[in-house]
Nanobody, 115 residues
């Protein structure tokens, strides 16, 4: 079993920054890929960024050059730094990992970008 707990969401003005964090329980955190997804109102959940156990990263085109995913294997945490935020980044952001064919999700963190 894996538990994921997100923190760090909130309200920010366009152009601002936020940092999301996800704390994971369970063992062998360092060998598993982690991901951030988001779901905007009325839209499907979409992949935002991934990071492998070794630190290789991938990003959705819509967030490249603005978002940075990182992990701290000693603390079992993964973070998403979001810069130059736009109103279209407004969504609930979810931390995710897959183990043994099972998806594990956090409870979600609301990010609202509005003036």
């Amino acid at each position: 079993q894996v538990q994921l707990v997100e923190s760090g969401g909130g309200l920010v003005q366009p152009g601002g920054s936020l940092r999301l964090s996800c704390a994971a329980s369970g063992s062998a955190f360092s060998i598993y890929a982690m991901a951030w997804y988001r779901q905007a109102p009325g839209k499907q959940r979409e992949l935002v960024a991934t990071i492998s156990g070794g630190g290789r990263t991938n990003y959705a085109d819509s967030v490249k050059e603005r978002f940075t995913i990182s992990r701290d294997n000693a603390k079992n945490t993964v973070a998403l730094r979001m810069n130059s935020l736009k109103p279209e980044d407004t969504a609930i952001y979810y931390c995710n990992t897959k183990r043994g064919g099972t998806d594990y999700w956090g409870q979600g963190a609301q990010v609202t970008v509005s003036s």
